[in-house]
């Protein structure tokens, strides 16, 4: 069965070090997404990507992240200059189509811990 | 804005008994309505979704929610719960008010069963 594949699963790096989080999102989904869910807070939405644009992005995606689909399998997040409070589970997840109803797939999350 | 309310962050449950699982949801338009099961070290994966069909919609694993429009409402529920259901369960809305696909989050039941 076709599934998000997330790499790391677990990454831990130093204040103020730079992060990149990898996703293959599902092979033939258009539509691709970060979220983010801090350790016992609600999962929350970053931003979404289509045809190589962000398409939406929450206030939380401010100039320190930026998302890239360098190779058309992968997508990746960039975290710059990292704080502890960047430090929680990422989630990409995937959808076929734009319609609401969409089922989004999520991989199973990159876990990152800022020291 | 949307927004999605899971009262209890904890629920423990009897091995056999009845699940119920509470989410309400803020909307001024008819929603689309997710739950999504998270068991420990793993993804999100999609339990059911509401999406203006049927009000009672049954999903894998034996769960089923009703949505109740007067109540605004999407409780999740189990006749008898298994050991397997141990896991953290996640209601979601979808963002229908600003045309995005942007799923919003509640803050998660995680639900124990005990033998």
């Known amino acids: 069965e076709p599934e998000v594949t997330q790499t790391p699963s677990h990454q831990v790096t130093q204040m103020g070090q730079e992060v990149i989080l990898r996703c293959v999102p599902i092979?033939?989904?258009?539509?691709f997404y970060w979220y983010r869910q801090i350790l016992g807070q609600k999962v929350e939405f970053l931003v979404s990507?289509?045809?190589?644009?962000?398409?939406?992005k929450s206030e939380i995606f401010d100039d320190q992240f930026s998302v890239e689909r360098p190779d058309g399998s992968n997508f990746t997040l960039k975290i710059r200059s990292t704080k502890l409070e960047d430090s929680a589970m990422y989630f990409c997840?995937?959808?076929?189509?734009?319609?609401?109803?969409?089922?989004?797939?999520f991989g199973e999350g990159s876990r990152l811990t800022v020291l | 804005a949307q927004s999605v309310t899971q009262l209890g962050s904890h629920v423990s449950v009897s091995e056999g008994a009845l699940v119920l699982l509470r989410c309400n949801y803020s909307s001024s338009v008819p929603p689309y309505l997710f739950w999504y099961v998270q068991y420990p070290n793993q993804g999100l994966q999609l339990l059911l979704k509401?999406?203006?069909?049927?009000?009672l919609v049954k999903g894998i694993n034996g769960f089923e929610a009703e949505f109740k429009k007067s109540e605004t409402s999407f409780h999740l529920t189990k006749p008898s719960a298994h050991m397997s259901d141990a896991a953290e369960y996640f209601c979601?809305?979808?963002?229908?008010?600003?045309?995005?696909?942007?799923?919003?989050f509640g803050t998660g039941t995680r639900l124990k069963v005990l033998a």
């Open positions: 990507f289509y045809n190589n644009e962000i398409s939406e």
């Open positions: 979601a809305v979808s963002d229908l008010m600003s045309g995005t696909y942007k799923y919003i």
């Open positions: 092979s033939n989904h258009l539509y």
């Open positions: 997840a995937s959808s076929e189509t734009l319609m609401n109803t969409g089922e989004l797939f």
């Open positions: 509401y999406t203006s069909a049927a009000t």
